[in-house]
C-alpha cells in the first residue's frame, strides 16, 4: 500500500519509519525542510 506523509520530523519520522519496516507499505514523505527529508534516508 502506498502513503503519502506530509511532515518528515519528529513524529513523521517515526511514523515513516515504523510503516517502512513492517514492509507494508511504501512511503512518500513531503517536507519544506531538505533536512528532514535527509535524515529519512539514513
Known sequence: M???????ELI???I???L???GDFEVV???RD???LASLDA
Do not use: F, M
Not at 502506498?2 to 518528515?8: F, H, S, W, Y
Open 16 to 18: 515513516a519509519h515504523l
Open 20 to 22: 517502512r519496516e513492517s
Open 2 to 8: 502506498k502513503v503519502a506523509l506530509i511532515g518528515a
Open 29 to 31: 514523505a513531503l517536507d
Open 12 to 14: 513523521g519520522h517515526n
Open 34 to 36: 531538505e533536512h528532514a
